[in-house]
């Protein structure tokens, strides 16, 4: 008992917090000194991101002791974590480090529970229009790609290989990547508001799951396609076992998001035991 009350203390949110500003020191200045960052763009997004999480990190240390401002920095603490959690998504294309960030955050979002009121009728309306339609096109950005990858496996077109991968990694870093970013704050902001929750529900938590588990997906994805498009500007090279494996890959991604989408729609697997307890309200008429 004694134990676990001490390691209580060490795992609170204010603690947690000052590890993190700890963290984010680190994971700034790791990012800024990398020296072959394939998008320097998200290189200087980490760098600057994760300055700006440690001023807040040691600031809030200070603010959650004091009774007076603990509650405003606390739903200050509860809004940040939710956006830097899948903001810490695009750092990982400039460094590998975000992980433990994402677990830090997760873990301090859980620790400080929050609470958030139920969208309005018209407000509702919106973020779900938002999520459809960001995950609608999530769906046509996904199928081109996986076509793209079997035409760079089955052409024997130089030009048409080559083409075809750096046409997949101009869609990844444009159009891809922002689409797993805003799918899940749109996701987050529609479960939250409403009465279905995160965890209550388990076609949500596993709607919530797949959207976490797709961009540890496209780490590795998105290191294929810069490979096979650096290699094919030989004429003479092949795709070879790493494309099969993108091809592979890309076929997963595109069913992950389709069982996401059977998930919304048939909404099978009833409450969790986080959610049977909570019978006062049902569920809205369309999910997130």
Request: hydrophobic content about 55%.
């Amino acid at each position: 008992m004694v134990i676990q009350e001490r390691l209580g203390r060490w795992l609170s949110p204010r603690n947690l917090q000052f590890a993190f500003g700890v963290f984010a020191l680190a994971a700034g200045a790791l990012t800024a000194l990398r020296q072959d960052a394939a998008h320097p763009l998200f290189q200087t997004a980490g760098t600057v991101g994760y300055a700006g999480a440690a001023v807040l990190s040691f600031a809030s240390w200070f603010t959650l002791h004091r009774a007076a401002s603990a509650a405003r920095a606390r739903r200050i603490l509860i809004v940040f974590h939710l956006l830097f959690i899948p903001a810490q998504f695009l750092f990982l294309l400039a460094h590998q480090v975000p992980w433990l960030g994402m677990l830090l955050s997760t873990m301090i979002t859980v620790g400080l529970k929050p609470r958030f009121p139920r969208l309005g009728r018209t407000s509702r309306k919106v973020w779900l229009t938002l999520h459809i339609g960001i995950g609608v096109g999530w769906l046509g950005i996904s199928l081109a790609m996986l076509a793209l990858s079997i035409v760079g496996v089955t052409t024997d077109s130089h030009e048409v290989r080559h083409a075809a991968y750096v046409f997949m990694d101009t869609f990844d870093v444009a159009l891809a990547i922002p689409s797993v970013f805003l799918a899940i704050i749109t996701g987050v902001v529609v479960s939250l508001g409403t009465p279905w929750g995160l965890i209550k529900h388990r076609w949500v938590l596993t709607k919530l799951i797949i959207a976490l588990s797709l961009p540890v997906l496209a780490t590795f994805e998105g290191s294929w396609i810069e490979t096979l498009a650096e290699r094919t500007e030989d004429a003479a090279a092949e795709p070879g076992g790493t494309g099969i494996l993108l091809v592979g890959a890309m076929a997963l991604f595109l069913s992950l998001l389709w069982t996401a989408t059977i998930l919304s729609v048939f909404k099978p697997g009833g409450r969790t035991r986080w959610g049977a307890g909570r019978t006062s309200e049902g569920g809205p008429r369309r999910g997130p």
